[in-house]
């Protein structure tokens, strides 16, 4: 095999292996409930409604609390384009709207995984997001139907 063949068929390697990366990312990320939320499960709509601050109480009237890790961290990145179907900015958008015109407030931002698991799981109505395998006991995985 030539020198040229080995650097082309090392290239399709890289190049399988990065896609198949991307294709792991997708489904790494979950959506989390402190263990007072009344659903078992939410459309992919409904989703992204409460992460966009439009819809602010869970269908028994109890308060919604939205916890976000930053726009920038690769997890939210993950969240929004895999699970809400939107990019950061257009959530960021939609906060400064509700924001701006005194309807609503911003979801709360914390530093990590470990602080959000932690702040869903202490406050009651609470919804968040984590990575695959980094749930505890005191949360539960709100599957997205």
């Known amino acids: 095999m030539s020198a040229t063949s080995q650097r ?10 990065l896609l198949l990366a991307g294709a792991n ?3 790494a990320v979950e959506l989390i409930v402190n263990q007072s939320v009344p659903v078992a499960t939410v459309s ?6 409460i992460f966009a601050a439009k819809v602010t109480r869970w269908e ?13 961290a690769l997890l939210h990145q993950e969240m929004s384009k895999g699970i809400l179907d939107l990019y950061p900015y257009q959530l960021r ?12 407030q911003a979801p709360i931002t914390v530093a990590n995984e470990a602080e959000m698991r932690m702040r869903v799981a202490s406050v009651p109505g609470a919804i968040g ?12 995985i709100l599957p997205v139907r």
């Open 60 to 72: 028994d009237g109890s308060p919604i609390r939205v916890f976000v890790l930053p726009d920038e």
């Open 93 to 104: 958008l939609a906060w400064d709207r509700v924001i701006y015109t005194g309807i609503g």
């Open 25 to 27: 990312l997708a489904g």
């Open 8 to 17: 082309l068929c090392r290239a399709r390697l890289i190049i399988a292996a």
């Open 129 to 140: 997001y984590l990575g695959r395998g980094f749930n505890n006991d005191k949360t539960r």
């Open 44 to 49: 992919r709509p409904l989703a992204r409604l």
